[in-house]
T-cell receptor, first 119, second 115 residues
């Protein structure tokens, strides 16, 4: 089955530093990837849609200068949390949909998430 | 706008008992609906999906869900709960947005299985 690899699984950083999270589709190509944020005991909130070769589309209320997204290839998207603060501590999850005919409504494949703690 | 509502943030069942997790949707067009499961500190795994084919959808791990248009529901069931079913379950709806499908998740239901 389709596998999405997300790295790192856990990261602790100091306030003011930047953290990069990688999301890779291992056995399929994904023109579009999605980044979610999940607060404790809450659902997933879509932050942005990452498009290969073009700018990401951010959801309302998400600071694009703080959460930098780069989708450099059909198998890799990165999320960089810049100048991180304690309130950025959260669980970040990426997902991807396989590029193939008829995949318009196919389910998303999720990474295992990254637990970010900013001290 | 399309959305899903999950009734009950926590559900407890005894091992071997029926599992019923409720999900209602609102949609102006025929929806594409999904159930995902999340284990602690992990991503989401697809349980099953409805894409306008059969109304009774069978998924992995013995789960199934029935699409009922008249009730705008897509409840998740399993005849006999297993300890390994303890997890959080999310109902989701997919809708077109800007040339691609955007997935919106419900607030989740945490399933506890009592031995």
């Amino acid at each position: 089955g389709a596998v999405v690899s997300q790295h790192p699984s856990r990261v602790i950083c100091k306030s003011g530093t930047s953290v990069k999270i990688e999301c890779r589709s291992l056995d399929f190509q994904a023109t579009t990837m999605f980044w979610y944020r999940q607060f404790p005991k809450q659902s997933l909130m879509l932050m942005a849609t990452s498009n290969e070769g073009s700018k990401a589309t951010y959801e309302q209320g998400v600071e694009k200068d703080k959460f930098l997204i780069n989708h450099a290839s059909l198998t890799l998207s990165t999320l960089t949390v810049t100048s991180a603060h304690p309130e950025d501590s959260s669980f970040y999850i990426c997902s991807a949909r396989e590029d193939r005919v008829g995949s318009y409504n196919s389910p998303l494949h999720f990474g295992n998430g990254t637990r970010l703690t900013v001290t | 706008a399309q959305s899903v509502t999950q009734l009950g943030s926590h559900v407890s069942v005894s091992e071997g008992a029926l599992v019923l997790l409720r999900c209602n949707y609102s949609s102006s067009v025929p929806p594409y609906l999904f159930w995902y499961v999340q284990y602690p500190n992990q991503g989401l795994q697809l349980l099953l999906k409805y894409t306008s084919a059969a109304t009774l959808v069978k998924g992995i791990n013995g789960f199934e869900a029935e699409f009922k248009k008249s009730e705008t529901s897509f409840h998740l069931t399993k005849p006999s709960a297993h300890m390994s079913d303890a997890a959080e379950y999310f109902c989701a709806v997919s809708r077109p947005s800007g040339g691609y499908q955007k997935v919106t998740f419900g607030t989740g239901t945490k399933l506890q299985v009592i031995p």
